[in-house]
């Protein structure tokens, strides 16, 4: 790659993707929002400025490097595997006392009772299931943009409406203009830390006085999937908030840490009667087999391979983080096992020349923007993709006129 393909790209990144506009919204709300969004966003739009696409189906035959999703490539743990195994015996009964014996060990964990706990089919069905019992008689949600939009999705489809507030130029969730975007028709706030699909968080400290205020007057959500992958002091666990009787609900997941993705197990920590107001509706784990419930509870107990993917996560974070700064990117902050960067080629092709080549990625528009979040691998895998990026960007910048 030449210097001055380097150099144009990063002029063209800086240009394009940091603080790429003011806000222009209704007076009335700009005395609410002071932060300058970080891209270029407005609230109070409804719409989404994010876009995402899919691969199809027919170009996974050419994917040999999967980091189109954020799982966890070393697991499940051993020890997962072999308690998956020795219970396919009880793939006969139901989980009711698996069940329990999770709940409890869950309880233990998070400093909770067993009625604090819900379990369910991954933290997607916490998300789905909040939302609906929450805003089946419509109302609204808060939420930053961009943000993981699952819950918000569903929000919208049983009626209520969303009020989006913009990350910070330090791609923060604006806490005070959440706070102040309150009313009376609010049925949930909902916070993703670490965010996906930026990376970025948003202190600890600052979500927990957010929450010991807002919580008094509307249940908040804080979806914590890649919190233990964060490996930052500046961010911990809310549950401390739950602890202390506050309406807050936290969800995690074993799709990230425990490398369960495909298992499908997750829990939530909330007050009693929140737990409740699910189960009146359904029974969640009712949707967990025995299998994934056994080999959770085997994977909770393995420490060692916790460790060991963290170590392996942040190593390869901060070599692909290297390599994208080297090749003139400038990607956004990460704590996760994801990386989000802008990119100067629209999104279809640059996808579909990273296909071509069996690396398989995501690719998003955020306000008309186009980026790659790249998810991590193994140490080789991530290798390969960098070493992909180069030839398909060095191809790109010709075929776009030495952008």
Not at 218 to 233: C, Q, W
Not at 267 to 289: C, F, H, L, N
């Amino acid at each position: 790659m030449s210097n001055n393909s380097t150099t144009s790209r990063r002029s063209w990144l800086k240009q394009g993707a940091l603080f790429a506009g003011g806000l222009m919204s209704a007076p009335a709300l700009m005395s609410k929002v002071q932060a300058m969004p970080a891209f270029g966003m407005t609230p109070y739009q409804g719409s989404y400025h994010l876009k995402e696409y899919h691969i199809a189906p027919p170009d996974f035959s050419k994917i040999k490097v999967r980091l189109l999703a954020n799982e966890n490539p070393y697991g499940p743990s051993p020890k997962a595997i072999q308690a998956i195994a020795e219970s396919a015996s009880k793939g006969n009964r139901y989980v009711y006392s698996s069940s329990r014996q999770m709940e409890e060990m869950l309880a233990e964990r998070e400093g909770v009772k067993p009625e604090n706990i819900l379990l369910a089919p991954g933290s997607t069905d916490i998300l789905e299931k909040t939302a609906i019992v929450q805003c089946m008689n419509g109302g609204n949600v808060i939420s930053a943009e961009p943000a993981y939009m699952s819950l918000v999705k569903t929000s919208q489809a049983v009626g209520a409406t969303w009020k989006n507030i913009p990350l910070k130029a330090d791609y923060a969730h604006d806490l005070d203009a959440m706070a102040s975007a309150v009313d009376s028709d609010t049925k949930l706030v909902y916070i993703c830390n670490p965010n996906n699909p930026t990376g970025t968080i948003t202190p600890s400290e600052d979500i927990m006085k957010f929450s010991r205020k807002v919580a008094d007057k509307v249940p908040v959500f804080i979806d914590e999937a890649y919190i233990e992958l964060a490996m930052d002091p500046k961010v911990t666990s809310a549950v401390g908030l739950v602890q202390e009787g506050k309406d807050v609900i936290i969800a995690r997941t074993f799709s990230k840490l425990h490398g369960m993705a495909g298992l499908r197990i997750g829990y939530m920590v909330a007050q009693p009667e929140r737990v409740q107001s699910i189960k009146d509706m359904v029974r969640t784990e009712m949707g967990i087999s025995v299998t994934s419930m056994e080999g959770a509870m085997a994977s909770l107990a393995d420490t060692e391979f916790q460790e060991k993917t963290k170590t392996l996560n942040q190593e390869c974070r901060e070599y692909v983080m290297g390599e994208l700064k080297s090749q003139g990117f400038e990607p956004y902050p990460s704590y996760t096992s994801f990386i989000l960067f802008p990119i100067d080629m629209p999104t279809e092709e640059f996808m579909t020349a990273m296909v071509n080549k069996g690396i398989g990625i995501r690719t998003y528009d955020i306000f008309d923007k186009p980026h790659c979040r790249v998810s991590m691998g193994t140490m080789d895998e991530v290798k390969q993709f960098t070493e992909a990026l180069v030839q398909v960007h060095d191809k790109g910048t010709v075929q776009a006129g030495g952008k």
